[in-house]
């Protein structure tokens, strides 16, 4: 554990999200058991059937009001600003996770590679906007007034991650990398421990119900509920300074 760390770097997975009743993707009752992600995560999904993409992200958005925060977003939002108090110190939250648990929990420096539930994009002007309503392709973009180009602002498979520049600079600037509740399968979230590696200066640490694909590439790997060990992680950092 060592410490005390300054510029840390948390990677979070629908693990994190679990406990707040959101499920994961490919646990045995994951959402990726439920439906095909081909069909409702792909630009060609999208394309083949636009309806079926929207009534799927549709029922996330219009519900995400029912979901909370947990004791591990709460932890998170209390580090950062801990660490913020003492003398500057950093904690920047990079989320596979397209809920708003952690900015519900406090925590402000958060960066959703794969997009955001709660929020809409024109493809014909660009426009991002909120919304907590059900769209569909009839819904009209209240920048361009175009209808039909309006989707779910969530990266799909075969589409960029948002962010990217910026996390790569804060993976190599870290002194500790945490990745919390997420399988290690989809890149280029996978691949960030092995980036924080090759920089040689931060310790690495996993924080999972069950080890990862990339688990042994942590310096540390701990398993339980993200409940249990995010907490008390926290409680070990703040304690060491
Ligand atoms: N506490 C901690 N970890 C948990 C908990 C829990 N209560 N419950 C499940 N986990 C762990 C599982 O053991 C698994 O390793 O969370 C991980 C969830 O893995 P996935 O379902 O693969 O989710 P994630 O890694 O976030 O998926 C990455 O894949 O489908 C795409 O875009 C989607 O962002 C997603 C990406």
């Not at 993707?25 to 083949?48: Q, S």
């Not at 280029?188 to 990862?212: C, K, M, Q």
Request: glycine share 10%; charged share 20%; proline share 5%.
């Amino acid at each position: 554990m060592a410490g005390p760390y300054r510029r840390i770097v948390v990677l979070t997975g629908a693990g994190i999200s679990k406990e707040s009743g959101l499920d994961t993707f490919r646990d045995k009752d994951g959402l990726w058991t439920k439906v095909r992600l081909e069909d409702v995560a792909t630009p060609g999904g999208f394309a083949r059937n636009p309806d079926y993409v929207h009534d799927f992200h549709n029922s996330l958005r219009t519900g995400m009001a029912g979901y909370s925060p947990n004791a591990a977003h709460e932890a998170l939002a209390r580090l950062e600003a801990e660490l913020a108090a003492r003398n500057g110190g950093r904690l920047l939250v990079v989320t596979q996770n397209v809920d708003d648990l952690h900015e519900r929990a406090g925590s402000r420096n958060v960066l959703h590679m794969h997009g955001e539930i709660l929020k809409i994009r024109c493809e014909n002007c660009g426009t991002v906007a909120e919304s907590r309503e059900a769209i569909g392709t009839a819904t009209i973009c209240a920048t361009c007034t175009t209808p039909g180009y309006v989707r779910p602002h969530v990266v799909w498979f075969e589409e960029m991650p948002f962010h990217m520049a910026k996390i790569g600079v804060e993976l190599a600037a870290c002194d500790l990398f945490v990745s919390i509740g997420t399988s290690g399968n989809v890149y280029p979230a996978a691949g960030f421990v092995d980036e924080v590696r090759r920089h040689g200066r931060a310790h690495t640490v996993e924080l999972n119900l069950e080890p990862s694909e990339g688990a042994t590439l942590f310096a540390e790997a701990r398993q339980g509920p993200a409940t249990d060990l995010v907490p008390a992680f926290v409680e070990e950092l703040l304690a060491a300074g």
